[in-house]
Nanobody
């Protein structure tokens, strides 16, 4: 089992920045893909970004590419979502997820473990 705990959400004005954290514990995650998803009210959960662990290859949704990055700290078993130039349409609950595979995929159903989510609200 892998346990994921997110933190770092909050309220920010449009154009501002936030950094989310996801700490993983439990079973080793050296062969996992770690990803971020988000879900806005009334919408389906959508892929945001992912990183292959330990290779470090990253993949971003078109809507966030160039604004979000997904750094990591191997020593702390922590993945981050650095969000810059935030827009009101980025408002959602953000979830950390893990997939026991080398392959980065974007479908939520392909991820095995999930965190509890953290709210991000961007005001205009």
């Amino acid at each position: 089992q892998v346990q994921l705990v997110e933190s770092g959400g909050g309220l920010v004005q449009a154009g501002g920045s936030l950094r989310l954290s996801c700490v993983a514990s439990g079973r080793t995650f050296r062969s996992y893909v770690m990803g971020w998803f988000r879900q806005a009210p009334g919408k389906e959960r959508e892929f945001v970004a992912a990183i292959n662990w330990p290779g470090g290859s990253t993949y971003y949704a078109a809507s966030v590419r160039g604004r979000f990055t997904i750094p990591r700290d191997n020593g702390k078993n922590t993945m981050y979502l650095q969000m810059n130039s935030l827009k009101p349409e980025d408002t959602a609950v953000y979830y950390c997820a893990a997939r026991a595979s080398w392959t980065v995929v974007t479908g939520a159903s392909d991820y095995d473990y999930w965190g509890q989510g953290t709210q991000v609200t961007v005001s205009s």
